[in-house]
C-alpha cells in the first residue's frame, strides 16, 4: 500500500519504466498518471503495428513488413538525411493527396514487373499498388550509376513484396 491507502502497482507488469508516486499525491493525479500510461501502451511499437508512412485521400502510403517483423523501407529511411527525409515526405504525400506525380524523374518504373520506385537523386525507393488505395514501400537504396537499376534490388523487391503479401493473407485467414 502506498500514501493515503492506494495500492502500488507491481513494477513488473508495465512495458516502460516504472516511477512511483511520491507521497502525498491526491486521487485525480493517480487518475491521470494511469490514463497516461495506458495511452503510452496502447500507442507504443508492441502493442500497435504502424508502418504507414502518409495517408490522403487517394492513396494510403506504407512500408512493407516482413516475416522476421523487420521493416527495411523504414528503416533506410530513418537513416536518410533530413534533406532527402523531407523530400521523399514531399512525394508521398504528392502521391496520397492527388494520385499522381507526373514528373518521371521523382517517380517512375522500377525493373520488369509492376514495381515503381520514389526517386530524390539517387536515394530509391521502390514501391507496388496494392488493393484499397494502397502503395507500399518495399525497401530503399543508393543508386551509384547512371543507368537502370542493379539486378539486385530489383529480386529485393520482388522477395520482400512476397514476404508481405504473404503476411497479409495469413493476418486474413486468421479473423476468418
Same mark, same amino acid.
Given at each position: 500500500m502506498g500514501t493515503r491507502g492506494i495500492a502500488q502497482p507491481d513494477v513488473g507488469s508495465? /512495458?516502460?519504466p516504472f =516511477? /512511483?508516486?511520491p507521497s502525498g499525491i491526491d486521487s485525480l493525479?493517480?487518475?491521470?498518471?494511469i490514463c497516461v500510461s495506458l495511452s503510452y501502451m496502447l500507442t507504443s511499437q508492441q502493442w500497435m503495428e504502424t508502418n504507414v508512412a502518409h495517408s490522403g485521400p487517394r492513396f494510403t502510403i506504407e512500408y512493407a513488413i516482413r516475416k522476421d517483423a523487420t521493416v527495411p523501407g523504414q528503416d533506410f529511411f530513418n537513416a536518410l538525411? /533530413? =534533406?532527402?527525409?523531407? %523530400?521523399l515526405l514531399t512525394l508521398y504525400s504528392k502521391l496520397a493527396d492527388t494520385g499522381i506525380i507526373r514528373n518521371k524523374e521523382q517517380f517512375n518504373k522500377f525493373g520488369? #514487373? #509492376?514495381f515503381f520506385e520514389f526517386k530524390a537523386y539517387q536515394v530509391r525507393m521502390p514501391c507496388y499498388f496494392r488493393?484499397?488505395?494502397r502503395v507500399v514501400i518495399t525497401h530503399g537504396f543508393i543508386k551509384k550509376r547512371e543507368g537502370a537499376a542493379p539486378q539486385s534490388e530489383s529480386e529485393r523487391a520482388r522477395n520482400i513484396r512476397a514476404e508481405y503479401? #504473404? %503476411?497479409i493473407a495469413l493476418k486474413e485467414r486468421s479473423r476468418r
Open positions: 508495465f /512495458p516502460f =516511477r /512511483p508516486l493525479y493517480w487518475i491521470f498518471w538525411e /533530413p =534533406r532527402w527525409k523531407a %523530400r520488369v #514487373d #509492376d488493393p484499397g488505395k503479401e #504473404d %503476411r
